[in-house]
């Protein structure tokens, strides 16, 4: 079955950077759109970014454009998210996402869920 399993979050500083990863079992990138989302309690899940089907193509949300990177490495079955220049605003639990979807942003079309990993950014 389908496992996606998060890890790299922490406790940084505002203007510090870190690295999630997201281990994929059962299943192949080129197959699937991938995703991060991230949610703070109380909040319905945000998206964050995506690499549709295989990786041709990216998508981030605007408030972390030009900050975080999404990409991936097939040999590992590994999807990662460089976070560079973080903020308190980027405090969240985040999580990995995988769907066969090109409608992205909306988290109800994604099937499978990491368990999640989370982000503090201390100002």
């Known amino acids: 079955q389908v496992q996606l399993v998060e890890s790299g979050g922490g406790l940084v500083q505002a203007g510090g950077s870190l690295r999630l990863s997201c281990v994929a079992s059962g299943l192949s990138f080129d197959d699937y759109s991938m995703a991060w989302f991230r949610q703070v309690p109380g909040n319905e899940r945000e998206f964050v970014a995506t690499?549709?089907?295989?990786?041709?193509?990216?998508h981030y949300a605007d408030s972390v454009k030009d900050r975080f990177t999404i990409s991936k490495e097939d040999a590992e079955n590994t999807l990662y998210l460089q976070m560079t220049n973080l903020k308190s605003e980027d405090t969240a639990v985040y999580y990995c996402?995988?769907?066969?979807?090109?409608?992205?942003?909306?988290?109800?079309?994604?099937?499978?869920w990491g368990q999640g990993t989370q982000v503090t950014v201390s100002s």
């Open positions: 996402a995988a769907g066969k979807t090109i409608q992205h942003t909306s988290p109800r079309a994604y099937e499978y």
């Open positions: 690499m549709i089907w295989g990786g041709g193509v990216t």
